[in-house]
């Protein structure tokens, strides 16, 4: 491993320069540690891989706050070895989903804008030591972060005391990438003086008094590729419902014609909307979101897309051509801290179109993002909320039936809430599109049904919808079948 | 009725009055009609009345948005000549309540902070007569609102046509009280510039173009009072409960020793929390809210409270004195438009303790607000969603039974979930009080049984929820049982 000390600027912390297995005696039984880390980018490595490995021989339980979820198979490891008594606010890893699901894990399952709100008052406990992952740091004591911003800057700010991770596999011209703006504390805190997507507010690095650096280590171990499941024929067909209607939109007047900042959930349906408008006629478009994914650079690559602010960078086929050319990148992306990036104040001043991948949704529009039949975790509610609360258009979209058709994505009553149908706008799946505006409950169940449902499913649903309705009300159920889909499920492995 | 043309000081205005008769003949079949009124407070009166009685034998359906809930039985009136084929943002009429139930009515229910946005950025149709209530037309042409500001300035915005109603029975002295700030459409939207409670950002009046007001009448209907229940046992053990809540969390630092901004719901609930405020210890009590209710002025009054921000004074016992002695009360408080009063950015940044009644709650937190047995639209959600969704600590009260203890407010699954578990911090009943924050759904449920069910209903809540953990899952059901109380309710009458 290189420890390249000019990547410490401030002369004086090169005495705290240690090994990772040094660094860890600082870690303490019951202890919050907030560490970088989202969407599988900028993560701490080599401090959380030595703790799991000498919790194997000397058990330690924390508090693990990140940014989001973790690359490098962290969750994976802490969780084996009984490190993670609690998890907040995102994980994204199969045993870690194991063990919380067997409730031997506590997760705090939150909106990813509101754990460095929280802990700044009071409402959780904030962090004792932040591991912070790090290109370098600054002549003054900034500490320049990596791939995602995550929650690092208040974990900085509020933890008392800070290890530095410089991570030497990530390329020192992302120096100058980051946007670091920390909201003051309440009750003096003034508007956030962010008016355009690419818009610097804030500074290049996390300005910490460099007395609290307790720790410096170095690590040589690559953040992990992100995996996309290809494009089909299903993700193509929602990408292009999706698309012809901005096309309509903007034909009518009712969107502007760049369609205003576009936030994206991660993953293959995403991609492949992003993928359409290659091909759409739209230009100049702009994206304020969360991670900022392959296909956020293939749309600056073809000159589709002006900007991006995102709070990572989670790259996979373009990861070493992105950083082979950062400097054509540098000018048209900015990476920021969570609270900004998914800032209800700013997501409604600067009228967001959110997209989201739904796990399931029913007739009248509420969405699951969290729970497989209203009980099993599957990541957590992520940015979604922040987004789809205060967006402009709330967009969920989903494949219409899972598992071979064993799965109806459309079911009477969802098993879980995550959103609600005050806030739903537009639903997409391959089968069509159902616009929700302004509509009551009754008028959205025909829509949904109509455009939404897979064929297999639709007389079904129209058969509850039909009795329902006859024993009235607003939002007309069947109390005894609202959830005997999912029941039925659990029994009988099918929804059929 | 007498007709003060000295209310208009817009002289080339005098020509535009005539009856109600008169201008509702510019109301056409098939109109979006945006009317004043928020909390039945502040509403247009002749205007609908006459259109009430007019479309007994001239039929006429037309989309009803207004601020929220009216008085006056406007919405009976207009319900019962079946002029209202789409109603939103709120309402509280039994009348309608059973149309919308009954399908009759479509109702879009919305968070009071949205419909103005929507309006504006063409997600809904935005009004083509807008019927506005005001104390009087300033010199420059500004209508200056009565007890509610609403969503009368955006109304009055978008309308192609303004009919004005002055209120005859609201006192003049009103004028200077409201603070009328429109954000601008986006793109070219700023930072609303309100950072204290107290602050003025606006003009007094609503500004238009003059030349879209086609017709002005006069009326001498007063506002409805509102009528409170009183105070009862459980009321005032949960404002007990509530009020001890924030002694603890400002001994212990959490909390500033005013508290910070309170929101609060209307009802008997929030009356005997804010009661509870005055024999309290604390002072400096702000108020960033919806209704300015009695207790409000209660506040006032005894010096407890110095400022309490609204859209709509909603008076009862106190509606004399209040009038009477204006001048008192006018640098203590300001109505504003309701998406300023509701608005996401400014519930973040002043960072509102909101506290909202809710039907029921389930062990796992989340809320229903809305609807009797998931089906049943009781009054909507409100201004509860705006609050919860972005408040620093967002509270939720309710008594623990309902009907002589045949409904548990705390329930297995609620039957409708208007907030979900991701947003609540604080549940309050009569038994005591769950502190909900940080903590994982398992965590939750045996604090939600312990602190806050009915002895009557403990036992069945344990026995549900250990039975679910058997099963696993993040959060524990059984989706055969899960909503199963309240079908039992629906055949038997009883949860028991």
Same mark, same amino acid.
């Given at each position: 491993m290189t420890i390249d000390l000019n990547r410490i600027r401030f002369n004086s912390l090169h005495e705290k320069v240690m090994s990772a297995d040094q660094a860890i005696s600082f870690i303490q039984d019951g202890m919050v540690i907030g560490m970088s880390g989202f969407g599988g980018a900028g993560e701490a490595k080599t401090v959380p891989l030595a703790l799991a490995e000498k919790a194997k021989l000397h058990p330690v339980k924390i508090t693990f706050a990140t940014g989001a979820s973790l690359g490098n198979k962290i969750d994976q490891k802490l969780c084996e070895s009984h490190v993670i008594a609690r998890r907040l606010p995102y994980q994204a890893d199969p045993t870690l989903r194991k063990a919380i699901n067997a409730g031997e894990v506590m997760f705090?399952?939150?909106? !990813?804008?509101e754990t460095a709100e929280q802990m700044k008052h009071h409402v959780i406990a904030a962090p004792h030591i932040a591991v912070i992952s790090a290109i370098a740091i600054t002549e003054d004591g900034q500490i320049i972060p990596t791939g995602s911003v995550g929650n690092s800057a208040v974990f900085a700010e509020l933890a008392d005391q800070i290890i530095v991770e410089i991570d030497n596999t990530i390329n020192p011209k992302l120096e100058g990438v980051h946007d670091i703006y920390v909201p003051v504390k309440r009750p003096n805190r003034g508007p956030i003086p962010l008016t355009r997507v690419g818009e610097r507010i804030g500074t290049q690095g996390i300005a910490i008094d460099p007395e609290k650096i307790v720790a410096i280590v170095f690590n040589d171990i690559p953040d992990t590729a992100s995996s996309m499941a290809e494009a089909d024929e299903e993700t193509l067909a929602i990408a292009k419902n999706l698309i012809n209607f901005f096309e309509n939109e903007v034909a009518i007047g009712r969107l502007p014609e760049n369609l205003g900042p576009l936030q994206s959930g991660v993953g293959s349906i995403a991609n492949a909307v992003f993928a359409g408008f290659e091909h759409s006629?739209? @230009? /100049?478009l702009e994206m304020y979101s969360e991670v900022l994914q392959d296909c956020t650079f293939d749309l600056i690559d073809c000159g589709k897309m002006k900007f991006a602010s995102g709070c990572s960078m989670t790259l996979d086929t373009s990861a070493q051509r992105v950083m082979q050319n950062f400097d054509f990148y540098k000018d048209k992306i900015v990476l920021r801290p969570q609270d900004i990036s998914n800032n209800p104040e700013l997501i409604r001043r600067l009228g967001i179109i959110a997209i989201n991948t739904a796990i399931e949704f029913d007739i009248y529009g509420n969405v699951n993002s969290t729970h497989v039949t209203g009980? @099993?975790?599957?990541?957590?509610?992520?940015g979604s909320g922040d987004f789809t609360r205060n967006a402009h258009l709330a967009i969920f979209v989903t494949k219409s039936i899972a598992k071979n058709g064993a799965i109806s994505s459309v079911v009477p009553m969802v098993s879980h809430v995550d959103h609600n149908e005050h806030d739903i706008d537009i639903l997409v799946t391959e089968q069509g599109l159902a /616009? !929700?505006?302004? !509509?009551a409950p009754r008028e959205r169940a025909r829509k949904i049904i109509d455009h939404c449902a897979h064929p297999s499913y639709k007389a079904a649903l129209n058969d509850y919808f039909d009795r329902a309705c006859e024993k009235g009300g607003h939002t007309p159920h069947l109390l005894n079948e609202a959830l005997s889909w999912h029941a039925k499920f659990e029994e009988q492995g099918s929804m059929q």
């Amino acid at each position: 491993m290189t420890i390249d000390l000019n990547r410490i600027r401030f002369n004086s912390l090169h005495e705290k320069v240690m090994s990772a297995d040094q660094a860890i005696s600082f870690i303490q039984d019951g202890m919050v540690i907030g560490m970088s880390g989202f969407g599988g980018a900028g993560e701490a490595k080599t401090v959380p891989l030595a703790l799991a490995e000498k919790a194997k021989l000397h058990p330690v339980k924390i508090t693990f706050a990140t940014g989001a979820s973790l690359g490098n198979k962290i969750d994976q490891k802490l969780c084996e070895s009984h490190v993670i008594a609690r998890r907040l606010p995102y994980q994204a890893d199969p045993t870690l989903r194991k063990a919380i699901n067997a409730g031997e894990v506590m997760f705090t399952d939150q909106h !990813l804008s509101e754990t460095a709100e929280q802990m700044k008052h009071h409402v959780i406990a904030a962090p004792h030591i932040a591991v912070i992952s790090a290109i370098a740091i600054t002549e003054d004591g900034q500490i320049i972060p990596t791939g995602s911003v995550g929650n690092s800057a208040v974990f900085a700010e509020l933890a008392d005391q800070i290890i530095v991770e410089i991570d030497n596999t990530i390329n020192p011209k992302l120096e100058g990438v980051h946007d670091i703006y920390v909201p003051v504390k309440r009750p003096n805190r003034g508007p956030i003086p962010l008016t355009r997507v690419g818009e610097r507010i804030g500074t290049q690095g996390i300005a910490i008094d460099p007395e609290k650096i307790v720790a410096i280590v170095f690590n040589d171990i690559p953040d992990t590729a992100s995996s996309m499941a290809e494009a089909d024929e299903e993700t193509l067909a929602i990408a292009k419902n999706l698309i012809n209607f901005f096309e309509n939109e903007v034909a009518i007047g009712r969107l502007p014609e760049n369609l205003g900042p576009l936030q994206s959930g991660v993953g293959s349906i995403a991609n492949a909307v992003f993928a359409g408008f290659e091909h759409s006629n739209f @230009k /100049d478009l702009e994206m304020y979101s969360e991670v900022l994914q392959d296909c956020t650079f293939d749309l600056i690559d073809c000159g589709k897309m002006k900007f991006a602010s995102g709070c990572s960078m989670t790259l996979d086929t373009s990861a070493q051509r992105v950083m082979q050319n950062f400097d054509f990148y540098k000018d048209k992306i900015v990476l920021r801290p969570q609270d900004i990036s998914n800032n209800p104040e700013l997501i409604r001043r600067l009228g967001i179109i959110a997209i989201n991948t739904a796990i399931e949704f029913d007739i009248y529009g509420n969405v699951n993002s969290t729970h497989v039949t209203g009980t @099993k975790m599957m990541n957590g509610i992520g940015g979604s909320g922040d987004f789809t609360r205060n967006a402009h258009l709330a967009i969920f979209v989903t494949k219409s039936i899972a598992k071979n058709g064993a799965i109806s994505s459309v079911v009477p009553m969802v098993s879980h809430v995550d959103h609600n149908e005050h806030d739903i706008d537009i639903l997409v799946t391959e089968q069509g599109l159902a /616009d !929700l505006r302004g !509509l009551a409950p009754r008028e959205r169940a025909r829509k949904i049904i109509d455009h939404c449902a897979h064929p297999s499913y639709k007389a079904a649903l129209n058969d509850y919808f039909d009795r329902a309705c006859e024993k009235g009300g607003h939002t007309p159920h069947l109390l005894n079948e609202a959830l005997s889909w999912h029941a039925k499920f659990e029994e009988q492995g099918s929804m059929q």
